[in-house]
């Protein structure tokens, strides 16, 4: 049951809700799933037939495939929060071992000292950066305790004043040795990997691989960013999309309402304050709040009235570079869980080779998909039930850009011959790859479907197909760094929120997390106190 009285018996008007969420990615349904619980009369207007966005799996043949996230990382955000919506327990999540795999050697990461292992193993293969490597290596560890010490910190987020009061001696005294690296950590925030590398680190090959090929990243989220995927967790049924189903049932409990199959076309702005949407079909919503989770620059191009936002805002938004996008593979493929040799770990990182590309030449170079870093996940081996019996999901994911290939061999973005032969190809070079891991794969692979970055713009209608919205380049994002945290929700438009990963960089899962917590937040306490 929702908690405390109905907004609306507090305050009727002439809205038909008190807030309109347009989208139902991981951001809007947080934000949707808290005011529900608060009592907030929510309606969430979602284009698909089912919620998720970036967090959707499908259906074919038997087979479940998790269409963009595989899972999702803890930061200290995501268990507390379902913890706090009720919902730990029903969605019921495991945690995914990860592992890095080497043309010539597998590297399971359980805990933070095995990171090691990587860079040793570095070591033989750049025996004359072996000094940079250790450096590296340290640097690396220390970043990660920082990031250790941050995801189990008090979280006023989601916890009462005096609990974190209360806890925070024992935390410090716990993660003193990490909190050390802060400083480190805080000057690694706007120096791209590549730029900092390159200060010491004369092997372009070598600068290319710890970069995983992302150069323009900061370099504190690269050198940590491995330490975040160890604390990555999968449901222990339905795949990935039980996370937003929960989500949605639970606003659904508490009063609200999810309108699939809803696109909104336009949000509704009278004297600078945004005051409802109108959906395709031509049906007019009011609202008190609107909380935007669909792409902020699509949104300012195309959805409010022209001359709502200041010229300067609007181009900024246009300016700025949005994040690369992602190629997938789905296999259902006949082997059992147990024979895939990947000694228990859902995920891998898979580099083919030592003389890998930069994202920067994606578009120029063919040979990119053929060297680039794979991510394959094996969600078999946490759920059965996601394969017909004794057979098993493989997903292989790569970085990609919409501009590819002549635009994939699109046409005025519709999809032509030359399209289908693209994908095959590129699926092709990636399955190639796997058998360094999977040798017989190509042999049992029964089902294979393939999604280009112009799959997941017409899906979630993210810019370019963009997977974490902007870039995470410190110079060339639009809302830089965490400082903007507070206030980064707000838009020039009064009433209208944002959230999700256009909100912030880097965003991503956390993200949403983050930012629909506590625009849902705001949100409560001005319909509240009426202000
Ligand atoms: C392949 C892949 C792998 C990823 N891996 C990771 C990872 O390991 N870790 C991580 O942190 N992040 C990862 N991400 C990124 C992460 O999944 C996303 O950043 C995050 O889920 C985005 O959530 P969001 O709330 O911003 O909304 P989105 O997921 O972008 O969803 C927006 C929703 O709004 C709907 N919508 C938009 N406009 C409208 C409209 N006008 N009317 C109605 N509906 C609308 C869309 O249909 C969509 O459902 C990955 C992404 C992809 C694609």
């Known amino acids: 049951m929702a908690q405390g009285m109905r907004m609306s018996q507090t305050k009727p008007g002439r809205c038909d809700y008190d807030v309109v969420i347009i989208g139902s990615g991981i951001g809007g349904l947080t934000a949707g799933a808290y005011l529900a619980k608060h009592g907030v009369r929510v309606l969430i207007c979602e284009q698909n037939r089912k919620p998720g966005g970036c967090f959707a799996s499908f259906k074919r043949k038997g087979y479940t495939f998790d269409a963009g996230i595989q899972g999702c990382e803890d930061m200290g955000l995501l268990l507390p929060i379902l913890r706090e919506l009720d919902l730990l327990d029903r969605i019921d999540l495991r945690r995914s071992k990860l592992a890095y795999a080497f043309p010539d050697c597998f590297c399971p990461l359980e805990q933070m000292g095995d990171l090691e292992l990587i860079y040793d193993h570095l ?74 590398l390159s200060t010491f680190v004369r092997d372009q090959n070598l600068i290319r691989l710890l970069s995983a090929g992302y150069r323009g990243n900061p370099a504190a989220f690269s050198m940590s960013f491995l330490c975040t995927m160890m604390d990555y967790y999968y449901p222990a049924r339905g795949g990935v999309q039980a996370i937003p189903n929960w989500l949605a049932k639970s606003i659904l409990e508490n009063g609200g309402e999810v309108r699939y199959g809803t696109l909104v076309e336009k949000i509704l702005v009278e004297d600078g304050r945004a005051t409802g949407v109108s959906v395709k079909g031509g049906e007019r919503i009011r609202a008190r709040f609107i909380i935007n989770n669909g792409d902020i620059r699509r949104t300012f191009s195309e959805m409010v009235p022209s001359g709502a936002v200041p010229e300067e805002y609007a181009r900024s938004l246009q300016q700025s570079n949005v994040s690369e996008s992602v190629f997938s593979v789905y296999l259902g493929v006949d082997m059992p869980p147990e024979e895939i040799p990947t000694q228990g770990c859902g995920h891998v990182f898979l580099m083919p080779t030592y003389e890998t590309l930069d994202l920067n030449e994606i578009d120029s170079n063919p040979d990119f998909y053929r060297r680039t870093l794979i991510m394959m996940m094996f969600p078999t081996l946490h759920d059965r039930a996601l394969a017909p019996k004794g057979k098993s999901v493989v997903i292989l994911q790569c970085a990609a850009s919409i501009r590819s290939l002549n635009r994939w061999g699109t046409r005025k973005g519709k999809p032509t011959k030359k399209y289908g032969a693209n994908k095959k190809e590129i699926a092709t070079q990636l399955i190639a790859n796997a058998e360094k891991l999977i040798p017989d794969l190509s042999k049992r692979i029964e089902l294979q479907i393939e999604s280009t970055p112009f799959t997941l713009q017409r899906y979630t209608l993210n810019s370019d197909g963009a997977a974490v919205g902007w870039t995470y380049h410190p110079r060339e994002t639009f809302r830089q760094g965490f400082k903007g945290l507070f206030g980064s929700s707000n838009t020039p438009i009064r009433n209208l929120y944002q959230v999700g990963h256009w909100t912030m960089s880097p965003g991503g899962a956390p993200a949403g997390l983050m930012t629909g917590k506590i625009v849902s937040s705001i949100v409560r306490h001005r319909l509240r106190w009426g202000v």
Not at 155 to 163: A, C, D, K, S
């Open 123 to 196: 070591k033989k293969v750049f025996p004359r950066e072996s000094n940079a490597l250790d450096r590296i290596k340290k640097e690396a560890i220390t970043l990660c305790r920082v990031m250790d010490a941050f995801a189990h910190a008090p979280n006023l987020m989601v916890e009462p004043l005096l609990g974190a009061v209360l806890k925070t001696p024992r935390w410090l005294i716990q993660h003193a040795s990490g909190l050390r690296g802060l400083k480190h950590l805080t000057g690694l925030l706007n120096i791209p990997i590549d730029e900092y």
